[in-house]
Structures are given as C-alpha cells and as structure tokens.
C-alpha cells in the first residue's frame, strides 16, 4: 500500500473532466447500467438454464450487487474519482491491481457493449427480419458515439431520457402483468405455471447456480455510479442517494418482473433463448400492438445501457492514461471536457460486436456475453478485496468514514467468496467454458505488459 499522501495525487492527475452530472441523472445512469440487455434479453437464457428457480438465482445475485454497492458507497463517497475502484486498487492493494483491474474491467465493458449492439440488431428483426444485423449495429452504434462526444451533459440528457422509459414501461408491465395474474379471470395465468413443466427446480440447484451467473451479468454496470462520481456536481449526496434508490429499484424491477412473467407464460417457453421474454408475454396476452410496442422499449433499453457502458468505458481508459498506463494522447480533454481518443478506442466492442454477428449470427449473444463476464466478475471481485483492505487502512489509522456499509467484514468477505465460486464454475459450465478460456490468458498477457512495458516506464518517467 502506498503513503497516505498518494491518493491526493490520484485525485489531481484526473483532474480536468466537468462536474455537471446532477443526483437525479447519477441515479439514471446506475439503472441505465443495470436494467438493460441482461434484464430484457438475459433473462430468457437464465430462465431457460433454472426455470421458475431462477428467481432463486435472481435473489442472490441481488445480494451480492447490494453488498458490492455498499463497498462502493463507502469507498466512492471518501474518493470521488473517474478512476473509481481501479484508482482505490491502486492505493489500497498496488499499482499492479489497479492496472489489472482498470484493464480487465475497461475490456469487460467494452465486449458487455458488443452483447448490447448484438442484442439490439436481434430486436430490429422484430420490423425488419430481411436487413443484415450489422446495419443496426453500424447506425445505432454511430448515433451514441455522437451523444458521448458532445459532452457530458448531453449524455446525462440522453441516459436520463432512456432510463424514465425503461422505468415507465416496466411500471406499466407490472400493472399488467398484476392485473392478468391477480385479477383476469383466466386459468392460463397464475403461479401454477410455477410447479408445472418439471416443479420449480426443473434442473435442480445446478440450474440455478448456472442461471446466477447470467443474474450477475444482470447487475453488472451498476459499479458505474462510483464512476460517474468524478463528474458529478455533489457527489457525497448524490452517491448516497443512487445507492439507495438504485438497489430498491433493481430488487423491485428484476424480482417483480420476473415473478410475473413465470406466472403468465410456462417457463419452458420463456426459456427458449433468442427473443426477448418481454415480447413473448406480450404476444401471449394479445392485446394489438402490444408487443411492438415492448419490443421498443427493450430497443431503448438496451440503447440505454450501450450509452452508459460507452461512457463508463471512456473514463476508465481516461484514467489508465493519466495514471501512466495507457498512450498519453488518450487521456486529453476535448474542449466540452470529454476524452475523445479515449471514447475512439472505447469502440473496439462495436467492431467486434459486427464481426461475431456476421461469423456466428445465431451463437453471437451468448458468446460475447460468455467473454465479457470475465472481467465484469474479476472487477467485482477486486472491489471486495479492496473494500477490506480499505477498511482496515482506515481503521489501523484510526481516519473518519462519512458512510460504512453495513456488515462488515462478514458481507465483503461473503461478496468475495461468492464471486471467486462463480468465476470458478464457469469452468464446469459448458454454455461459459469461453469466460476462462478468454479470461487466463487475458490477465497473463495484462501482467506482461505491466512488468516489460509499463512498470519500466513509469520507473525512468519518476
């Protein structure tokens, strides 16, 4: 660990971007990241792998993203930063770890924006079943890019925009759904769908087990609150108030919604993989139009989580640079206070997205999903780690917190282990076999380059 002094330093390195994020849009882009491409398209590969015990899965992947949330509160609201948890490995662990960290998660984002552009050329299908998905992928990928480059503002604006009608459409499906399951006199709906098709474990626990690794991926992006942090205009208030609307809405949207689903249409055809679980309860109700019209709303959300993972990416690849990890040219500021060269290479997910979807058409989903869990869930795991650490720094030291999260250190050490399982089982999961086999060598090279290329660098650069 390096000298108290040190995270001074960090903090003005990174110094430059502008503070024009608002409480209520840092709240946005926490449920932009969250409730997107693995909410309205994961869910049915989750259901698929668990049945109706995939609410099972659903409940414990929410547990470990509350307690990750309250690491990252803590941490955040001490150090509000853009280099956000991989500065804190920096500080807390080595510079090794914040490289590796800030790397793995930077690339893990991007490959997490190919699922969301693939995603997005499945659901254009819906309209237009004869256009070649890499259309969709080159136009929709183009018009976010702009809205990124413009300013940080803008972006809010536009995440802003695209998260209340995520929110407002899945507020309506819930009153719907409620309605046909409570109150519609019809037999077809109901929780007998729960025990029907096999019970309610209809692959027993390993279903389950494999069904929260997609719950995970679910969740992931909701860490980009403690990013934004850097650009907020307060963000000690702003940090306490995402946290706790961020974690009620998730718990309410994803469980509720889910819930209801499993009781409107069989799980066995929910499962079936490769439409969106939304679109398919809205066909089976078959009220005109309705399913069109769902079919935009996971449009919007999965355009939602693309603009926030290519905002979150951008900072972090900021960050690299400014702490001598990266090219210098790719943490300079645009004049609106935007790092363009940074967001340039931030985009190499939606070349890749388009090269996967032209080879593998119909596999393209999962398999970018399968590579970019890896780092998603060695970026979590390290947030663990370093909360301990960074509780125990402070406390050895006898240093105020203005925010603890509950439960320590029994609920970081249960986020630690739960996430080092699931990263373990990917091994023995067949439908993730790639996450390991992209992941190891991944991380190897990464330690190359910082020991033969990096480290020697900053040594002769002082």
């Known amino acids: 660990m390096q000298n108290n002094k040190d995270f001074t330093a960090i903090t003005a390195r990174e110094q430059g971007l502008k503070r024009h994020l608002t409480s209520a849009q840092m709240s946005m882009i926490a449920i932009g990241g969250a409730i997107g491409t693995g909410l309205f398209m994961g869910s049915s590969y989750a259901i698929g792998f668990?049945?109706?015990?995939?609410?099972?899965?659903?409940?414990?992947?929410?547990?470990?993203?509350?307690?990750?949330?309250?690491?990252?509160?803590?941490?955040?609201?001490?150090?509000?930063?853009?280099?956000?948890?991989?500065?804190?490995?920096?500080?807390?662990?080595?510079p090794l770890?914040?490289?590796l960290v800030r790397y793995a998660y930077w690339a893990a984002i991007v490959l997490a924006i190919g699922t969301e552009v693939t995603a997005i050329s499945l659901y254009m299908k819906y309209w237009f079943p004869q256009v070649a998905g890499w259309v969709w992928i080159l136009l929709f990928s183009?018009?976010?890019?702009?809205?990124?480059?413009?300013?940080?503002?803008?972006?809010?604006?536009?995440?802003?925009v695209f998260s209340a009608v995520k929110i407002g459409a899945i507020l309506g499906f819930i009153i719907l759904g409620s309605w046909l399951v409570f109150g519609a006199d019809n037999p077809a709906y109901g929780f007998h769908n729960y025990t029907e098709h096999g019970g309610l474990f209809p692959h027993g626990l390993s279903g389950v087990w494999i069904a929260l690794i997609i719950a995970l991926f679910s969740y992931f992006s909701i860490e980009m609150i403690a990013v934004a942090a850097g650009e907020a205009e307060d963000p000690e208030n702003a940090v306490r108030k995402a946290f706790r609307v961020t974690m009620v809405r998730l718990l309410f949207f994803y469980l509720l919604t889910l819930m209801l689903i499993l009781a409107m249409i069989p799980w066995n055809l929910v499962g079936a993989g490769g439409e969106s679980p939304?679109?398919?309860?809205?066909?089976?109700?078959?009220?005109?139009?309705?399913?069109?019209?769902?079919?935009?709303?996971?449009?919007?959300?999965?355009?939602?989580?693309?603009?926030?993972?290519?905002?979150?990416?951008?900072?972090?690849?900021?960050?690299?640079s400014r702490a001598g990890h990266a090219p210098r040219m790719v943490g300079r500021l645009s004049r609106s206070g935007v790092p363009l060269n940074a967001l340039a290479l931030s985009c190499t997910g939606v070349v890749l997205a388009m090269l996967i979807s032209l080879m593998f058409p119909e596999q393209s989903f999962m398999l970018m999903m399968s590579i970019s869990i890896f780092g998603c869930l060695f970026a979590w795991m390290m947030i663990f780690l370093t909360h301990y650490r960074f509780r125990r720094h402070h406390q050895r030291n006898g240093l105020p917190l203005k925010f603890r999260m509950w439960g320590y250190p029994w609920g970081t050490l249960f986020g630690l282990a739960m996430i080092v399982a699931i990263l373990l089982a990917t091994v023995f999961t067949p439908d993730f076999r790639m996450t390991m086999v992209f992941g190891v060598p991944f991380m190897l090279l990464l330690v190359l380059a910082y020991k033969f290329l990096v480290k020697p660098l900053r040594v002769v650069g002082g």
Not at 152 to 159: I, L, M, S
């Open 50 to 94: 668990a049945g109706p015990g995939v609410l099972l899965s659903y409940a414990i992947g929410a547990l470990i993203a509350m307690l990750l949330m309250g690491c990252l509160a803590e941490m955040t609201i001490a150090h509000p930063t853009s280099g956000s948890f991989g500065a804190y490995a920096e500080f807390y662990i080595s």
């Open 97 to 99: 770890a914040g490289f």
């Open 142 to 160: 183009s018009l976010l890019i702009a809205t990124n480059a413009i300013s940080v503002k803008a972006f809010g604006h536009f995440e802003y």
């Open 278 to 320: 939304f679109v398919r309860a809205m066909q089976q109700v078959g009220i005109p139009g309705a399913s069109g019209v769902i079919n935009f709303v996971v449009l919007v959300a999965a355009l939602s989580a693309m603009n926030s993972q290519l905002y979150t990416t951008t900072r972090m690849m900021f960050s690299l």
